[in-house]
């Protein structure tokens, strides 16, 4: 065999050779994307709701709810009540405003919820509550500075939410606190989005809902779980997951700080969780 010919039959090896490893990859290619599994979806259905309030809802509180002529129902996503429906009738008084766990009536009664007879009763020290919280611009409120410390994040009526601290004074002539206010001041606003509530844990305001999504309270910097020097840095990220669903949601909230359950328009409802979305 003369040398032309063995360069073509080595030209010739080596292109079979390398067309037979092309069609064995492109099998093994196939092969695993056919055997991969599906992604993973996190939002879950999990079942009909049913709420004859459900389209009339003002606020969220927890599981509570405040609909447009100030009644408070209580809402159980996982359970109907007696009466068929997954929400139920606590009170019919006019609820105007939540302050940490007070419900506060346009009359400005103050009131708590009595789980064991479920029922509002009223709240016979309502002078601890500073007067500034029971402004007909204050939608709700909630203490971030633990025992005696007299500082409250405060969603308005415009949709923002303050800082607000108190310097609280004892006048024994009239046997009753006086609060004075030292700062207020915007902390949190979106444009062209207003906040509907928010869930504060730790002191630390976790997640904000507004009228167009859910924004969670991010570490940005994970170092600073590493090392006791470094501090974390909290920075609010809109939900991702949710911005596709968002205008067929008639009803969301949070459930056990990091759980979001939502209602579609078709009354099914739906969770999944925040962490890491």
Request: hydrophobic share 35%; with cysteine.
């Amino acid at each position: 065999m003369d040398t032309e010919k063995i360069k073509y039959f080595l030209i010739g090896f080596i292109s079979a050779t390398m067309l037979f490893v092309l069609i064995i990859l492109v099998i093994v290619f196939i092969g695993l994307k056919e055997d991969a599994p599906e992604p993973v979806n996190p939002i879950k259905e999990i079942g009909n709701f049913e709420c004859e309030v459900i389209n009339e809802i003002r606020n969220t509180f927890n599981s509570e709810i405040v609909i447009n002529d100030g009644h408070l129902y209580k809402i159980n996503p996982n359970m109907k009540y007696s009466n068929e429906q997954n929400c139920k009738l606590v009170s019919d008084v006019n609820i105007v405003r939540v302050v940490d766990n007070y419900y506060i009536g346009s009359d400005n009664t103050v009131y708590t919820y009595d789980a064991d007879n479920d029922e509002l009763k009223v709240y016979d020290s309502a002078g601890r509550i500073p007067a500034y919280l029971f402004g007909d611009d204050v939608v709700m409120a909630s203490n971030y500075g633990g025992m005696n410390q007299y500082k409250y994040y405060v969603l308005k009526t415009d949709g923002k939410i303050y800082k607000v601290k108190f310097n609280r004074e004892f006048i024994f002539t009239q046997g009753s606190y006086s609060y004075t206010v030292i700062s207020d001041e915007v902390f949190k606003e979106y444009e062209d989005e207003l906040i509907k509530s928010f869930n504060v844990f730790n002191k630390n305001i976790n997640f904000i809902t507004t009228n167009n999504g859910i924004y969670n309270n991010k570490i940005t910097n994970m170092e600073c779980l590493e090392y006791a020097d470094v501090e974390c840095n909290l920075e609010f990220t809109k939900s991702e997951i949710l911005e596709e669903f968002m205008d067929n949601i008639t009803y969301i909230n949070i459930y056990n700080n990091n759980s979001v359950i939502y209602v579609d328009k078709n009354n099914r409802i739906f969770s999944f969780s925040m962490l890491g979305n």
